[in-house]
């Protein structure tokens, strides 16, 4: 190799190094800005956690207000536990009450079940008899109905096809 080749190879390195160096600068350049922007969001950052800080401190105001109002609520329902207490106590009686009249109700109410049936006449009897003939024919009414619904959708289903087949 000669000294001019050495001295091209060695400009040649050169010039790669000066373009390495000026990308490196480039991205120290970067680095340099990113770290700006970074200190900038950090200084948001720390004013967000002042604020914070100061809502934290209505907040724990807050509870304390929420807990007095609780430990109201609390003796509030004791008291209410109490009177509920009593309130049970003659419910109970009031049931007993209650189902002893609802006992001497259905006695009563078997004893007119009772005298009702002795007092039916054969008049009576002969009514039912002549309605219950009555039932049997509305049944047989029934059925022809029936039967005349059945053929009319018939006649009606023969009519459509005869006037799709015009």
């Known amino acids: 190799m000669t000294n001019e080749d050495f001295q091209k ?10 373009t390495r160096l000026t990308s490196i600068d480039g991205r120290v350049g970067n680095i340099e800005s990113q770290q700006k922007n970074a200190d900038v969001r950090l200084t948001n950052i720390e004013s967000q956690l002042k604020a914070t800080d100061v809502r934290l401190a209505n907040v724990e105001s807050q509870f304390k207000i929420t807990d007095v109002r609780l430990t109201n609520i609390e003796s509030q329902l004791k008291t209410t536990d109490v009177r509920l207490s009593n309130v049970e106590s003659q419910l109970t009686e009031t049931n007993g009450i209650v189902k002893a009249l ?5 006695e009563l109410d078997a004893k007119l079940d009772g005298l009702a049936m002795n007092t039916a006449s054969k008049e009576a009897l002969t009514r039912i008899e002549a309605n219950m003939a ?5 049944f047989n009414v029934a059925d022809d109905v029936s039967f005349l619904v059945r053929k009319a959708a018939e006649h009606d289903l023969a009519i459509r096809k005869l006037r ?3």
């Open 9 to 18: 190879l060695l400009l040649e390195e050169l010039a790669n190094i000066k």
């Open 102 to 106: 609802m006992h001497r109700t259905e």
């Open 134 to 138: 009555t039932k049997r024919d509305l």
């Open 164 to 166: 799709m087949a015009e």
